[in-house]
């Protein structure tokens, strides 16, 4: 945007959109946004001018005024005009972005959760599936601690190939990520500039977070809710990959897990006791 109001054009400090919502959701910020300084600069215009037309003079006299029904009416209508309009036309994306109903068939399907300070997330494992834990069944909840943040049944097999991460995401490219998020602490809000994504977590229930990212890279994540004295600490990297990229990067961390769960060999005969074994 050229000439005199390119000054006030704050909508090019948004970083680069890579989510298939985003670029309604910006058109709708750039509507609210202008409509926002239109009406900036009728008040504060109005305002000035009766600074300057009112101003003291010593042949003036000042009055009483008891109300104006037609002012009350017209500053009581247009703004609810104004809202109600707002309000019909961002309904659809509204809904396609935040309604639990709308939300499509997930093609990858993550847990997170805030912590002061830090966020985790929870993969299914190679088999797709999450064990039982503190989102899919309320009674895991009493399992959550700060060492098994999800609430994780250690006995439940379907769980036992479940990916944690912390501070660091992988999602692929074009695909339906849905996320189901919540805290263990305070309010966190879970927020992907680049993907327009920005959700609070709540302690004690799950919100559903969704969203289609068509560009790799690596991207921000941040909390955008002062959750305490480490909130600026909150701050991570995600990165949206493609797809084969992102089955390597799961079987990498499967394998991880598998091998953490694999009894260890008992350590082989060393040189020492191999020589005192020679000696005897
Ligand atoms: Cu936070």
Redesign the pocket.
């Known amino acids: 945007m050229d000439g005199f109001f390119s000054v006030f054009d704050m909508l090019a400090w948004f970083p680069e959109n890579i989510s298939t919502f985003g670029q309604e959701l910006d058109s709708l910020f750039a509507i609210i946004y202008w409509v926002s300084v239109a009406i900036f600069f009728l008040t504060f215009g109005v305002l000035g001018y009766f600074l300057v037309k009112y101003r003291y003079s010593p042949d003036r006299r000042g009055y009483n005024y008891h109300g104006n029904n037609v002012v009350e009416i017209t500053w009581t209508v247009l703004p609810t005009l104004l809202f109600a309009a707002i309000g019909l036309y961002s309904d659809d994306i509204w809904e396609r972005t935040k309604y639990s109903k709308r939300v499509p068939t997930a093609d990858v399907e993550i847990l997170v959760l805030?912590k002061q300070?830090g966020w985790v997330f929870l993969y299914p494992g190679a088999d797709g599936a999450f064990g039982r834990n503190a989102h899919n069944d309320r009674t895991a909840r009493s399992l959550m601690s700060a060492s098994n943040p999800f609430g994780r049944d250690t006995a439940d097999p379907a769980g036992f190939d479940d990916v944690v991460t912390e501070n660091q995401f992988v999602v692929p490219v074009n695909a339906n990520v849905v996320m189901r998020g919540s805290s263990i602490d305070v309010l966190?809000s879970f927020f992907l500039p680049h993907a327009r994504v920005k959700q609070d977590v709540v302690p004690g229930t799950w919100m559903t977070i969704w969203y289609n990212l068509f560009k790799t890279g690596k991207y921000e994540l941040a909390?955008a809710?002062l959750?305490g004295g480490g909130?600026y600490g909150?701050r991570a990297e995600y990165e949206v990959m493609s797809r084969t990229d992102y089955d390597k990067w799961l079987d990498a961390r499967n394998a991880e897990v598998k091998a953490a769960r694999t009894p260890q060999p008992a350590p082989a005969a060393t040189a020492d006791t191999a020589a005192v074994a020679s000696l005897r």
Do not use: A, F, N
Request: proline share 0%; with cysteine.
């Open positions: 805030g300070y966190h909390c809710e959750c909130h909150m």
